[in-house]
């Protein structure tokens, strides 16, 4: 591949993963706004708590899997995995 | 003649170099009309035609009454600059001329004291069509009127002078349409990402409320959408102004709390 098609392949893939980052954190704060029964506004401040993108996205990810692991947890009655007793 | 030619190259390349590519389109034309009128010789007023939607409109007038000569060719759905546009052709024409083709574009000449007219035909090829057929079917057309209250203005040498401008104004007409496309583009995909934001949000207020992983909460919105007929991103917006509405699956004891975990 020439370096043209490089570059292209490379800001796709930066495009792709901002997409994603940007999805995560939208998702996160629904959860956020079911949660503590406020705004949306409100809840991106919350996420945004410290203030870098990967602190973001790291948030909005451990969010998502409270909410993931717990579903999965109640979807399969032999787990009896709670993550939030700990 | 060669005095006009690098004038008129000279004011084209200088209008060129000004160019923005956000600037409207119709004011650069308007700019182009009043050089046109300036440099090229016996010209009193100038017009710009563009067929939008089949329709003929004028663009850019240097006065008003250039622009109540261009109405009244679109009134008749003829003269000289309708037939410029459409045979692709320079067409030059004198009063007497126009009274016998176009008897009502005459009176209105006459009172307006203009005695030469001088239509050369405006056409950009569409750069994003298919294939080269294509591109000449969806071409934009159009054509740069000149008016003279002088008798038998417009030399067929000053042709060459002309078809400088023309071009120019093809290239501005083109790089309009390209920057509007992109501007679209741009809006389109702004609004793409805010409709996904939306969806993401909902799908985020799903899970929480009903206990539903990701991709469950994906599948419970479009259960939802296929069982209302209505769309996913009209639906995010309905939940995301009020969650309240997706109703929980389970005592609100048994959700998941918002505490962070130990390593958090």
Known sequence: ????????????????????????????????????????????????????????????RRI???VDNAADARADRDAHWDPFER | ???????????????????????????????????????????????????????PTTVAATEAGALSLDKVQYSLDDGPCIEAARTETVVRTDIDQARRRWPALADAAADAGVETMLSCPLFVRSDNAANLEAANHHRLSGALNVWSRRPGSFEPGHAALIALFTTAMSGVILTAARWRRAQIQAEQLVTALDTRDAIATAKGIVMARRGLTADEAFGWLTDLSQRTNRKIRDLAGVIVADPGLVEPKEPASRRPSPRRSANS
Not at chain 1, 4 to 13: L, P, R, S, V
Not at chain 2, 20 to 34: F, G, I, N, S, Y
């Open chain 1, 1 to 60: 591949m020439n370096d043209f098609g490089q570059w292209q392949e490379q800001a796709a893939h930066r495009l792709l993963s901002h997409l994603m980052q940007r999805t995560a954190a939208s998702e996160a704060v629904g959860i956020l706004q079911v949660w503590h029964a406020y705004p949306r506004e409100q809840a991106r401040d919350d996420l945004d708590v410290t203030g870098t993108p990967a602190g973001r996205e790291a948030e909005a």
């Open chain 1, 64 to 66: 998502i899997a409270v």
């Open chain 2, 1 to 55: 003649m060669t005095d006009h030619i690098h004038d008129v190259s000279a004011a084209v390349l200088e209008l060129a170099e000004s160019l923005r590519a956000d600037q409207p389109r119709d004011e650069t034309l308007a700019r182009m009309a009043d050089r046109v009128v300036t440099l090229l010789p016996g010209a009193d007023a100038a017009s710009v035609t563009l067929f939008d939607g089949g329709e």
